[in-house]
């Protein structure tokens, strides 16, 4: 019993509970006691936190600081909000950090223009999209309807696609911050580049791998939906920086939907430590295209069933179109975890070790290999590695950081998706896509012939997002399996599922978590691929399998 509550609420049994146990007269009293209080636990709030807390150490991302470090003031890709002193005459009230450009825009707290002259600065109450039901005073344009302006050149300026920042021509005072202030962002907490707290806007990117697990477990939804769902549960802060992505992107999609910051617009499934309707904290579910465009569901509703049949093909050694987006994959497209893991083959190892169990270590001292000419995919002691990694890699090089668009901070985009076309110049590496562009890290990465960019010299002047390719060749293996054609990450997901792997895996981190010890992949490899067989009979929800193992004599020894 102890171990039954131990692993799966963090917490002891009662004493009435050992007491109830120690008063059963007969074996299959106890054994009701046990059966009880197991349905207890998972049923049990404690069992979700358990899973968050179990989530963040399967699911290990780093902190949301990539895209949104230092002074950040395009880190969630908004247009700030500060707050007036409690000792100025709109004390409490918000204003726009763009207001009077490069002049002291806290001036219109003390009813001052730009040059310190007496003026009363417009005033506006708005309902705002972090704290729906309440209202909120906004100080000059920024609270306004305006949602076009003309910059310093003459030439128009969507609002909507304006950031921030005292020095940003893109933004120009007249600029308002869109219905509801979607536009915009209170300032919290982005002048550190710590988690530590909710009200830290960056805690939620880090926060949500973690909260799709614990939601998969609580509501019986299949695991494999945590690399092939097109779904996935997401606060207000968390949500508006999916929403503030795609209009970035520049699709203006979401500008008509005044619901995805109301919590209780739908019913949608959330988590049970905010259960009342109108708590813009709750992790609610979301379908990702809903919010952000360029994540591409591809079925109508969610994919709930843990299919692996949605299936977006692209090539772009031939045609010149741009893809429709990057197919949505649960944690392997999430911004905090891409963002968390900046590099393509870095992504491909930390998704490999945590989906599929793999490790990557140095090859042995004896072994030999072909010199390492041009591509570490196919000599060198690299080619250890990276004859698995490079393929897998090929999945993920549509996300990468902008410095071009920001003086303070890069932020992230989908190459070669929406409004970021990749051309020649971009890969040229001559000024202004010189030192920190990533178009001159990918001349240097995505080198035409080799594992990680199979295309040819050719291919890429025909098409300079061709080096973009992120569909592995069907001629290509991982894990055994040869790919369906499916692009990005979900193709990705889908062979690590197909492969098996993910089950096993799965079976060992839940074995490894309850019952309490490593399985040794060499002598118990049977035993391991009878787990994955059970966990994939009860269609790879975590309760049924759960159920199961506290059925193993093992956990009954008490070892």
Known sequence: MRRLVLGLT?????????????????????????????????????????MVNFGHEWLAVGAYTTGAAGDAYQGDMSGHLFKCDANTAHAGAYYAVHEFGDKDPAKQCLDQDANGDPAVPEVHQVEPWWAPGTTVTVLGKAGSDVTQVTDSKGQPVDCGLATG????????????????????????????????????????????????FAHLAWHDRPLSDLILGNYSVGTNWLRALYVRFGRQMGNSALDKNTTWWRPDADNAP??????????????????????????????????RSGSIDRTYRFDPRTTTDAPQGLPTAGVLTMIGSLSSFPRE????????????????????????????????????????????????????????????????????????????????EWLSGQYPYTGTSPGYRWKNAFVPNTLLTPVTPEQVKANPEAVLLDTMPDTYTLLGEHGDGTMGPLGFGKLVVRSGEFDRCVARKMYSMFIGRDLNTATEKGFIDKLAREFVAGDRKLRPFIRYLFEQPELRRGL
């Open 10 to 50: 963090g917490t002891t049994p009662t004493v009435e509970q050992y007491e109830a146990m120690a008063a059963a007269a007969t074996p299959e009293a106890r054994e009701s006691i046990l059966r009880s209080t197991l349905e207890a636990a998972l049923g049990s709030p404690k069992f979700y936190e358990r």
């Open 165 to 212: 920042g005292y020095y940003d021509p893109m933004l120009p005072p007249a600029c308002g911050c869109g219905p509801n202030l979607v536009w915009c962002s209170p300032l919290y907490g982005l002048h550190s580049k710590s988690n530590y707290d909710f009200g830290v806007q960056r805690r939620h990117p880090y926060e949500e791998p973690a909260r799709l």
């Open 270 to 303: 959330r988590d049970p430590l905010h259960p009342t309707p109108d708590d813009p904290q709750a992790w609610r579910e979301f379908v990702v295209e809903d919010l952000e465009p360029f994540h591409l569901a591809l079925t109508p509703n969610r994919a």
């Open 345 to 424: 083959r870095v992504r491909a190892a930390r998704f490999l070790e945590m989906f599929a169990c793999q490790s990557f270590s140095p090859p042995p001292a004896d072994v030999h290999f072909p010199p390492l000419e041009v591509d570490p995919g196919t000599g060198g002691t690299c080619l250890h590695c990276h004859r698995t990694l490079d393929p897998a890699a090929i999945s993920f090089k549509r996300w990468d950081f902008n410095p071009a668009q920001s003086s303070y901070v890069p932020w992230p985009f989908m190459p070669g998706v929406g409004r970021y076309r990749i051309t020649k």
